[in-house]
């Protein structure tokens, strides 16, 4: 509150006190009709679409595939790689038990991986090539260093590395049987067969060097430092993985039997998953004639820039308060007849467009101060921002006091500060904590929305209308 506010609100008290006597029939808060007057303008927001660039890779989750937008026409395709984890001081059983080759020698008896899938988009009898590297030993990926959606994973493969693997599968496996698909304790997965020898590397050295399986940094930069899922072709299918899993296969002996058994490392949280997006066709829709409408489009693509009438909400108001900004963000109808059409952001942030890159790197929460998030309300087909008051109230003060600080005109802080106004809205996946004894909700998160959408905003060329709400105080 400012002083200002204060001493309003002592007057107010006063008011209050000489206004009450023992009739408690008009007792409330009664304020002199010249204290406090509201008023109510209407300006315009100018929206572009603009290109999301530098977009944290950081999900739980990992995407493989390749898929068309009928909205915007473009192609997104998906990789990963992934660094697989292993428990404390893991143990093979002992060295005497496990059957040996004709030589003596620890052999595997097989090896795969597994791509365990929750959902996936597209045709599920659509077939998909990828390939699948080892990633390079000498460049492994690093905690301490924030990776990007749009990097080119191929960096991290050894140069001149052939792939170890090569794999065509559909979403629905049809080699199985029916009854198996559709049982409840099936999992959708993609399987993965690696050459024998790699298994039998993995085998020899936990024998020789069990230090090497203590924990998850010793196995990455000792063992195995993970693979890199590369797609070949395919179109129209896209996999949002839950999990993945390297199985090493072998025989041991106990008690006169011999049994099969496995040494599994997966794909979890506590390692580095990063995903890859590549969005082709996108650059004619940046710039160029305006439409009546700006884009959202995920995954790693397509935001909606604001640029926010700061100067003009303040042009006469420089002495009254700001109390309400609305901001509301209509969604079109997709106009393309497609089975497979895209789905719509559910969760969208704003913010100042300088602060994007460092709002996901620094894994920060929306404040309502300079950075808001809201929902898609399905009944209006709209979004809304309820109240960005504080954040237009900081942009114009931030102005003032940084012009006066360096001597600039407005004109010489536009040239020198060109993004002062504008914030984008981008669409993202919230988490929230609710405290089970007070009922407040809280966020814990708030991440890039990598799954697929696609939606026209109305905007653009045509403006889109914000209401203001003054208060004065005499």
């Avoid at 008009?26 to 002199?32: C, F, L, N, R, T």
Wanted: charged share 20%; glycine share 4%; with cysteine.
């Amino acid at each position: 509150m400012t002083i200002k506010l204060r001493n309003i609100a002592v007057a107010a008290t006063a008011i209050l006190l000489a206004a009450c006597d023992e009739n408690t029939g008009s007792m409330g808060i009664i304020i002199d009709n010249d204290a406090i007057s509201s008023s109510t303008e209407t300006f315009q927001i100018y929206s572009s679409t603009c290109m999301l660039d530098s977009v944290v890779a950081n999900t739980t989750k990992s995407y493989l595939g390749q898929v068309y937008d009928p909205e915007t026409e473009a192609v997104v395709k998906a990789e990963f790689l992934a660094q697989f984890y292993t428990f404390e001081d893991y143990e093979l059983p002992d060295n005497a038990s496990i059957v040996k080759n004709a030589d003596g020698l620890i052999e595997a008896d097989s090896v795969e991986l597994r791509l365990y899938f929750g959902s996936y988009y597209g045709d599920d009898g659509n077939p998909m090539r990828i390939n699948i590297y080892e990633l390079d030993r000498d460049n492994v990926l690093r905690e301490d260093q924030t990776y990007y959606a749009t990097e080119d994973l191929s960096a991290y493969v050894a140069e001149g590395a052939k792939p170890l693997a090569t794999k065509t599968f559909t979403p629905v496996d049809y080699m199985l049987a029916e009854a198996v698909r559709t049982a409840t304790t099936h999992y959708d997965n993609v399987r993965i067969r690696l050459p024998k020898d790699f298994g039998t590397n993995i085998l020899r050295t936990a024998a020789e060097h069990p230090e090497y399986f203590a924990d998850s940094w010793q196995f990455i930069h000792n063992v195995c430092p993970g693979f890199y899922f590369n797609i070949q072709s395919g179109m129209g299918s896209m996999l949002t993985l839950d999990v993945s899993a390297l199985n090493v296969y072998f025989r041991y002996v106990s008690n006169d039997s011999t049994y099969v058994g496995i040494s599994r490392f997966s794909a979890t949280p506590e390692v580095i998953q990063s995903s890859s997006f590549h969005n082709a066709g996108l650059a004619d829709l940046i710039g160029g004639q305006p439409q009546p409408f700006t884009y959202l489009k995920t995954p790693a693509a397509l935001a909606t820039e604001l640029t926010l009438p700061v100067d003009q909400i303040f042009e006469g108001h420089e002495t009254d308060s700001v109390t309400r900004a609305r901001v509301i963000l209509s969604k079109y109808n997709s106009s393309t007849q497609s089975d497979y059409a895209l789905g719509t952001p559910q969760q969208l942030l704003m913010l100042p467009k300088a602060e994007l890159g460092d709002f996901f790197k620094n894994h920060k929460v929306a404040d309502g101060l300079t950075s808001f998030t809201t929902s898609f309300s399905s009944s209006y087909n709209t979004y809304t921002f309820d109240n960005i008051s504080r954040l237009l109230s900081r942009l114009y003060r931030l102005k003032q006091a940084t012009m006066q600080a360096e001597g600039l005109t407005a004109e010489q802080y536009a040239a020198k500060y060109p993004d002062w106004n504008k914030v984008v809205v981008v669409p993202v996946v919230v988490s929230t904590y609710t405290d089970p004894l007070t009922n407040v909700a809280r966020q814990t998160s708030v991440t890039h929305d990598f799954s697929l959408s696609s939606i026209k905003l109305k905007g653009g060329s045509e403006p889109i209308d914000m209401q203001v709400v003054y208060s004065s105080y005499h």
